[in-house]
């Protein structure tokens, strides 16, 4: 099984928001609310431009649990990771590009073979949900404010709406099931920025074989030369899943992030220089 995905989607209109605890009376806080998540969509769809002019080093951590939840397999590999964007008008693309380094096992029987693994794509990519091509897939709520590295955040719950589009999907023998995600963010109502995200399954996936998905996306500040402020970047993605029988833990690692573009042009110098 692989999730989640990202395709070609329409852009949709207009966003229906919820205020969790909120009375209908406190216009103030609504106001606050819907401006932090406009800021949010606004960085979302500039630093999707960012993250595709970028390239890093992804460690990736997968292993197979036993029923007690004890490792029974365990292999790593390292990539050359990059994002593709390709935009036309209001649709646009993104593919993950890996190129891999190397790969070894790391726990249980280095011989063994045929041992079921999960792959887990694209969930550096979770912030979508608040890109203005998904955001109206989704109901927003407050949960309040959180203290993060004595830092005062925004905390937003998100859930799919049934029969949108999905930024997500389960593959099982080459069938593809759209997932419905519910989940937390955390974010500074300040510039919008996510420095966190959780997500879980907003419904029940047994019927498919799918019993349990929860993930988290950490965020980390990245400077990139000629940024007047340091990016967050996606730095650490774990994900845990379950199916009727088996049970994964897969880490996802993100570092050394550098400015492709900058790094293609840099290198064609020196090509000429060398002639």
Same mark, same amino acid.
């Given at each position: 099984?692989?999730?989640?995905?990202?395709?070609?989607?329409?852009?949709?209109? #207009?966003?229906?928001?919820?205020?969790?605890?909120?009375?209908?009376?406190?216009?103030?806080?609504?106001?606050?609310?819907?401006?932090?998540?406009?800021?949010?969509?606004?960085?979302?769809?500039?630093?999707?431009?960012?993250?595709?002019?970028?390239?890093?080093?992804?460690?990736?951590?997968?292993?197979?649990?036993?029923? /007690?939840?004890?490792?029974?397999?365990?292999?790593?590999?390292?990539?050359?990771?990059?994002?593709?964007?390709?935009?036309? #008008?209001?649709?646009?693309?993104?593919?993950?590009?890996?190129? !891999? !380094?190397?790969?070894?096992?790391?726990?249980?029987?280095?011989?063994?073979?045929?041992? @079921?693994?999960?792959?887990?794509?694209?969930?550096?990519?979770?912030?979508?949900?608040?890109?203005?091509?998904?955001?109206?897939?989704?109901?927003?709520?407050?949960? #309040?404010?959180?203290?993060?590295?004595?830092?005062?955040?925004?905390?937003?719950?998100?859930?799919?709406? @049934?029969?949108?589009?999905?930024?997500?999907?389960?593959?099982?023998?080459?069938?593809?099931?759209?997932? !419905?995600?519910?989940?937390?963010?955390?974010?500074?109502?300040?510039?919008?920025?996510?420095?966190?995200?959780?997500?879980?399954?907003?419904?029940?996936?047994?019927?498919?074989?799918?019993?349990?998905?929860?993930?988290?996306?950490?965020?980390?500040?990245?400077?990139?030369? /000629?940024?007047?402020?340091?990016?967050?970047? @996606?730095?650490?993605?774990?994900?845990?899943?379950?199916?009727?029988?088996?049970?994964?833990? %897969?880490?996802?690692?993100?570092? %050394?992030?550098?400015?492709?573009?900058? !790094?293609?042009?840099?290198?064609?110098?020196?090509?000429?220089?060398?002639?």
């Amino acid at each position: 099984m692989s999730l989640p995905r990202t395709n070609s989607f329409s852009r949709f209109a #207009g966003i229906c928001l919820l205020l969790a605890g909120a009375p209908l009376c406190a216009k103030a806080q609504s106001v606050n609310f819907q401006a932090a998540l406009d800021k949010t969509e606004q960085r979302m769809a500039t630093f999707l431009d960012r993250l595709s002019d970028v390239k890093c080093t992804e460690h990736v951590l997968q292993q197979k649990l036993n029923d /007690g939840g004890h490792i029974e397999y365990s292999t790593s590999s390292t990539y050359d990771y990059l994002i593709m964007l390709q935009s036309n #008008g209001d649709d646009f693309q993104l593919n993950e590009s890996r190129l !891999e !380094e190397n790969a070894k096992p790391e726990h249980g029987n280095a011989k063994k073979k045929n041992v @079921p693994l999960l792959l887990t794509n694209g969930f550096s990519t979770l912030f979508l949900v608040f890109h203005p091509y998904y955001r109206s897939s989704f109901l927003f709520a407050s949960e #309040g404010t959180d203290t993060v590295d004595n830092q005062q955040l925004l905390k937003v719950h998100f859930s799919h709406v @049934p029969g949108t589009r999905s930024i997500a999907a389960l593959s099982v023998r080459g069938r593809e099931y759209p997932l !419905e995600l519910e989940g937390t963010a955390w974010l500074d109502p300040q510039t919008g920025l996510i420095t966190r995200m959780q997500v879980g399954l907003g419904n029940s996936m047994q019927d498919v074989g799918l019993r349990s998905l929860k993930a988290q996306v950490d965020y980390a500040p990245v400077n990139l030369p /000629g940024a007047k402020s340091a990016y967050l970047f @996606p730095a650490v993605t774990t994900v845990d899943v379950q199916s009727l029988r088996q049970r994964w833990h %897969n880490v996802h690692k993100f570092s %050394n992030y550098m400015q492709f573009t900058v !790094e293609a042009e840099q290198a064609l110098a020196d090509k000429d220089k060398i002639k």
